[in-house]
């Protein structure tokens, strides 16, 4: 892929069902998520409530699709999801730079069991400040609190 080509603008409110439907995508086969009924709920979550208070960003082709998308509020990284054809080929780690420069995001939340999240925020300069084992939800979802230095 021809990464020039690539944009990264806000996403804006009639598109948060396409924004959802990559965070759907991105999540499929890994182990936090391997229940559907979680994601389906998730997935309401998101759209309802969620998406509507965070600065979202997508990073697009050339025809203006979302290829990827970072949430962020409080100048925290919520969520950071890549379709998995686009996966491994630096768009999270685009939208990661650009909230950090752009947005001064310098804290995040991430799943324990996710390992490539886990590397690709240690590798930009995020360190693990504590680890909580329930999520947001008060599931039995182990995950780190990152602070970017």
């Not at 379709?83 to 310098?106: M, S, T």
């Amino acid at each position: 892929m021809n990464q020039k080509v690539l944009t990264i603008s806000e996403i804006q409110q009639f598109e948060f069902p396409c924004a959802v439907q990559v965070w759907v995508q991105s999540v499929r086969g890994q182990k936090e998520w391997e229940d559907k009924k979680e994601v389906m709920s998730f997935r309401r979550l998101l759209l309802q409530d969620y998406l509507p208070t965070l600065t979202c960003l997508a990073i697009r082709n050339e025809r203006q699709q979302i290829l990827g998308m970072v949430g962020i509020a409080n100048k925290q990284v919520f969520l950071l999801s890549v379709l998995p054809n686009y996966q491994r080929q630096g768009l999270a780690k685009r939208l990661l730079d650009f909230a950090i420069d752009e947005y001064g995001a310098h804290k995040a939340e991430i799943p324990a069991k996710n390992e490539a999240a886990l590397a690709l925020f240690h590798a930009q300069g995020f360190y693990s400040v504590a680890r909580h084992d329930k999520d947001a939800l008060n599931r039995e979802k182990p995950w780190y609190q990152m602070i970017y230095f």
